[in-house]
């Protein structure tokens, strides 16, 4: 599975961005998908993620609210939609991917990881 995310820039405090991440090379729609961050100096974590049918969807708390996760298994396409975004959501973006078809915020359950995209917010 090969996964491009993309959607990231620079964003003003309170604003909104959207993130897609585009899946080839195998069914996207038998697959859980998720969505990653990492700051700079910290660990990376979780932020979302939905189930194949995307029927299931987790938040992380700090995000519960303001991000919204959702999936075109049509376009096999992710997506993040962020709303009210916040200068501590400033990070590099990952889209992964599950073999497993429930969405989960174990990042020791995805087995495809996309490249990135930088989400900078600025106060």
């Known amino acids: 599975v090969q996964l491009q995310a993309s959607g990231g820039g620079l964003v003003q405090a309170g604003g909104s961005q959207r993130l897609s991440c585009a899946a080839s090379g195998r069914t996207f729609s038998s697959l859980g998908m998720g969505w990653f961050r990492q700051a700079p100096g910290k660990e990376r974590e979780s932020v979302a993620a939905i189930s194949w049918r995307g029927d299931s969807t987790y938040y992380a708390d700090s995000v519960k609210g303001r991000f919204t996760i959702s999936r075109d298994n049509a376009k096999s396409t992710m997506y993040l939609q962020m709303n009210s975004l916040k200068p501590e959501d400033t990070a590099v973006y990952y889209c992964?991917?599950?073999?497993?078809?429930?969405?989960?915020?174990?990042?020791?359950?995805?087995?495809?990881w996309g490249q990135g995209t930088q989400v900078t917010v600025s106060s």
């Open positions: 992964a991917a599950s073999l497993g078809r429930s969405g989960t915020g174990d990042a020791r359950m995805y087995d495809y």
